[in-house]
């Protein structure tokens, strides 16, 4: 957004257009008067036309001077009292928006929240769409602008009241919404609190429920690093042998599109136990993040060439790239397999034309 402008003030000695109706009138006030001067001087023979004609023409200028001067001053005292009666009424509607916001504090807000993601039945709340499982989340997403002023303006009240919402004791789902703020807005203030109840211990006889908020709070630890940014996440992905976790995590792109998250990608990637299956989970990722970061994407799918060239990858980025309505050409020609692929009929074609 470019800086705002500002109206150059007028020039020494140049008027303003306020002043501007004012000055005509006077100019004609002046004509009237020389005209009527002139008249009177006898410059010109009574009963004469040009006598009449400037006598006519001057009494005409100083009636409709005189007129324009009472006009012009009504006007403009009636503007300026309807000016101040707009300023008063926009002051006091500000003024009073003030004071319910510093009435309504966060607490009270959050505590608003939580009784909505506390009485709802089997579904976790969040910030984020699109859901993971149809039917499974329901979102606050817009609502994340307000939340972004709130925290803005009170942000140490909030992060009191989400750190009572990360307590071991506390309900899943508010954990899971807690660690959303956390996650989104960088509360670097509450990643360690979190990051202390991640672990992987008995992960396969884990409930659902809190596999889903130590998946969450892996994840804003993580994006909340001041100094690694998604660098934890990495590593899991690097070493987890639990597949849940691999797709959990490679569906983050689909909700929040970082291009730092490619380091994930990466790394997960790198491992040489993938099954084409499993990297075949990658590449929905990979088309979330073309937009943001084209160079970065295709950097990792050359480095990983010998992979994804094959018929059955190609396919899967082709439709992944047109589910978002982008062209995968591009990517394709650029890792050599764009060319023998494109003679080829795609078998997602009639999917997505349905």
């Not at 004609?53 to 009494?59: K, P, T, V, Y």
């Not at 994006?223 to 660098?231: E, F, V």
């Not at 993040?289 to 480095?303: C, F, M, P, S, T």
Request: with cysteine; glycine share 6%; hydrophobic share 45%.
């Amino acid at each position: 957004m470019g800086q705002p402008r500002h109206q150059a003030p007028a020039a020494e000695g140049e008027p303003s257009s306020s002043n501007l109706p004012f000055m005509v009138l006077a100019v004609l006030l002046m004509l009237g008067t020389g005209l009527l001067l002139a008249v009177a001087f006898g410059i010109f023979s009574k009963d004469t036309t040009p006598y009449i004609l400037l006598e006519h023409l001057g009494s005409a200028f100083i009636v409709a001077s005189t007129i324009g001067f009472t006009y012009e001053w009504l006007v403009h005292k009636k503007r300026e009292a309807l000016l101040r009666a707009f300023a008063e009424d926009q002051l006091k509607a500000t003024s009073q928006a003030l004071d319910a916001f510093v009435a309504t504090t966060p607490r009270e807000i959050f505590s608003l929240l939580e009784d909505i993601a506390t009485r709802v039945q089997d579904k976790i709340p969040t910030l984020y769409v699109p859901a993971r499982e149809e039917g499974s989340e329901y979102t606050f997403a817009g609502s994340v602008e307000y939340f972004t002023y709130l925290i803005a303006a009170r942000r140490p009240e909030v992060v009191g009241v989400l750190r009572e919402w990360i307590k071991e004791s506390s309900n899943y789902k508010l954990k899971f919404l807690a660690s959303d703020f956390i996650g989104l807005f960088k509360l670097t203030e509450l990643r360690d609190d979190i990051k202390s109840q991640v672990h992987w211990a008995e992960w396969e006889t884990t409930s659902w429920e809190i596999k889903a908020y130590r998946l969450n709070y892996c994840w804003a630890a993580s994006r909340a690093d001041p100094k690694a940014m998604y660098g934890d996440l990495a590593q899991l992905m690097r070493n987890t042998p639990f597949e849940d976790i691999q797709r959990w995590v490679l569906f983050v792109p689909r909700q929040m599109r970082d291009k730092e998250f490619l380091v994930v990608i990466r790394e997960y990637l790198g491992r040489d136990d993938l099954t084409p299956e499993q990297l075949g989970w990658a590449v929905p990722a990979l088309a979330d993040l073309w937009e943001v970061d084209q160079r970065g994407v295709r950097g990792i799918v050359r480095k990983h060439k010998s992979r994804f060239n094959n018929d059955m990858m190609a396919n899967e980025m082709r439709k992944a790239w047109r589910e978002r309505n982008l062209s995968a050409d591009v990517m394709l020609r650029a890792i050599g397999i764009g060319q023998r692929i494109s003679e080829r009929p795609d078998p997602f074609a009639s999917d997505v034309a349905q």
